[in-house]
């Protein structure tokens, strides 16, 4: 084995990684799109909001709403839940709605069920009841 430094004829692979990013967007009932940004500067992350979570306000003018467009780069740290109560305490104070959600490309289960866990109030509840992931399960036991 070599030393642990580049050599001058030699190539050079870098691995990142990271935990699964989750697109989520909040689309509220105006069309003011400085209320949408407003919001995206108490929620994320780099304006001092939510750690692990970035923002922005954008106009949705085909629909005449406004979006606060998210990046949750870690769900576990910050759920969709907390993140989606800030935005409806703050979009309250504009007296705007939160109209609907959207989660743009694929999401880990985890971070959908931890949320209908806390929006459906479920006492004790766990993955393992869910049938499907059981039986995704039971599929990856026997080969």
Not at 8 to 20: L, M, S
Not at 62 to 84: C, I, P
Not at 114 to 138: H, N, R, T, W
Request: net charge neutral; hydrophobic share 45%; charged share 20%.
């Amino acid at each position: 084995m070599g030393e642990p430094r580049l050599h001058a004829t030699a190539g050079a692979t870098v691995i990142g990684a990271r935990k699964f990013l989750v697109a989520f967007n909040v689309n509220l009932g105006t069309s003011d799109v400085r209320i949408a940004k407003e919001i995206a500067k108490v929620v994320r992350a780099f304006s001092g909001g939510l750690c692990h979570v970035k923002g922005i306000g954008l106009a949705l003018k085909d629909r005449g709403l406004v979006q606060v467009s998210l990046n949750v780069v870690d769900y576990e740290k910050n759920a969709l839940y907390r993140v989606t109560e800030l935005i409806r305490t703050e979009a309250k104070r504009w007296g705007v709605p939160v109209v609907e959600t959207e989660v743009y490309g694929m999401v880990p289960a985890a971070a959908l069920l931890e949320s209908a866990a806390y929006y459906l109030q479920i006492v004790g509840f766990s993955p393992d009841q869910i049938i499907e992931l059981k039986m995704l399960e039971m599929l990856d036991n026997n080969p």
